[in-house]
């Protein structure tokens, strides 16, 4: 019987997106694009979702590539202008199985410096009960030992949880650890989702 939900933040909780600073930045979201994915390219950012410092994956950048210097910096000393609005319908449909008796949670890989710069600025984390940060933990999903932080830091079962994550790879990562996972498209495909893991659709669980 699932008695815990598990959420990511990023494209799940809360619209995060490097494009909302460098596509108004270059005035053209094709070199923003080209900027992205050849200068500051995710895996480079997933550094520090590892517990690596700001400074230092900054630096180590801009020595590889100084003629982009002033772009790079612009990554984390405008990170707080990566961040859009909360995503539609979630913060609702958290409050609702909160209400419900569930155990809302959340699992995110998100830098440990980052996270505090706009953590008060979206009600929804404070409806959770708990949440394991993969830059805090020096792991990030979907290796296994995140998902057990979460599991041994709160007391849950892993067959009593269900994990929501946009990444089909952590998903996967969840369920390697016995935990369901559920693939976020958007809210309302969610609510369709949840109420087939869980069985029902009443207003508390018993």
Known sequence: MIKN???????????WNPHHLYDSYFGDATKAEWFLTEIC?????????????IKDITAERVALFPEWEKEIRMYFDHWVDMMGDPIPGMEELVRDYKQRGYGVWGLTNWSAETLPLVRDDY???????????????KVVKPDARLYRILLERFGLKAEECVFIDDNPANTAG????????????DAEQLRKDLTAVL????????
């Open 5 to 15: 939900i598990i959420f990511d933040f990023g494209a799940v909780l809360v619209d």
């Open 41 to 53: 390219p995710y895996e480079w950012n997933a550094q520090c979702d590892a517990g690596r410092p």
């Open 123 to 137: 009600p929804v984390f404070k409806l959770l009960d708990g949440y394991v940060v993969s830059g805090q933990e």
């Open 174 to 185: 969840a369920e390697a650890v016995g935990i369901r996972g559920i693939v976020f498209h």
């Open 199 to 206: 069985g029902d659709s009443r207003s508390s669980r018993e």
